[in-house]
């Protein structure tokens, strides 16, 4: 499993902005995807945007326009800039990641999850 710890969130009227962000412990590990995830209350876990070495960064078509995602490969982090928030983004945000270890051994992992909350 990689380890992945979060940061960011919190509190914001609608309209405001918030920054997250998301960084791999260790330096073990080729990270072919990472992507940000987020799970209302009594709602599935969903996907917010992803990027892959192949593909680049897609993104659903809820945030499309407002959030941007940004990757750093040699530091195993990623971001997710979030502009223009609605209270219908509040959720509980996961970043995940998958990949190898340098051994070529597969990994996934999620992060601890960070809350966001858009409210007035």
């Known amino acids: 499993q990689v380890q992945l710890v979060e940061s960011g969130g919190g509190l914001v009227q609608p309209g405001g902005s918030l920054r997250l962000s998301c960084a791999a412990v260790g330096n073990r590990y080729i990270l072919n995807k990472m992507g940000w995830y987020r799970q209302a209350p009594g709602k599935e876990r969903e996907l917010v945007a992803i990027?892959?070495?192949?593909?680049?960064?897609k993104y659903a078509d809820s945030v499309k326009g407002r959030f941007t995602m940004s990757r750093d490969d040699k530091k195993n982090t990623v971001q997710l800039q979030m502009n223009s928030l609605k209270p219908e983004d509040t959720a509980v945000y996961y970043c995940?990641?998958?990949?190898?270890?340098?051994?070529?051994?597969?990994?996934?992992?999620w992060g601890q999850g960070t809350q966001v909350t858009v409210s007035s």
């Open positions: 995940n990641a998958e990949g190898v270890t340098r051994e070529l051994i597969g990994v996934t992992g």
């Open positions: 990027n892959t070495k192949d593909i680049g960064t």
